[in-house]
Each structure stands twice: as C-alpha cells, then as structure tokens.
C-alpha cells in the first residue's frame, strides 16, 4: 500500500515548507600564515599549515 495523506496540503503549506530549502556560501576565513581564503578549522590548501603550524608540506 502506498502512503496516502488524509487532507490536502495547501499551496501556501507546501511552499512554506520548501523555502527552507536554499543553498548557503560557504564561510571563509582568512589563512594566518599566508592569508589566503580557507574554511575554518581545516588545513590551507596555500601553505598547508593549521593554527599557524605546518602539517602538511606543499611543493
């Protein structure tokens, strides 16, 4: 069987609920060793250092 609602969903209710559905930009965050743009709390694809170390070397 197949589900099947009780009462109709009117226009306004459907559309209410599919406004949430929007997309964000992502959060950026300054880099503190070369400054370039990177997502908070990863690795900087520039330089390769998190909290101003170097974890991974970049050539």
């Known amino acids: 069987m ?3 609602p009780k009462n109709k ?5 459907r559309d209410r609920r599919r406004a ?3 997309m ?3 959060t950026l ?3 503190s060793k070369c400054g370039a743009l990177t ?3 990863r690795v900087c694809k520039a330089c390769g ?7 991974v070397a970049v050539d």
């Open 2 to 4: 197949a589900i099947c």
């Open 9 to 13: 969903s009117s226009k306004g209710r």
């Open 20 to 22: 949430n559905w929007k």
């Open 24 to 26: 964000t930009a992502p």
């Open 29 to 31: 965050v300054k880099c």
């Open 39 to 41: 997502m908070p709390h």
């Open 49 to 55: 250092s998190y909290n101003q170390k170097e974890i």
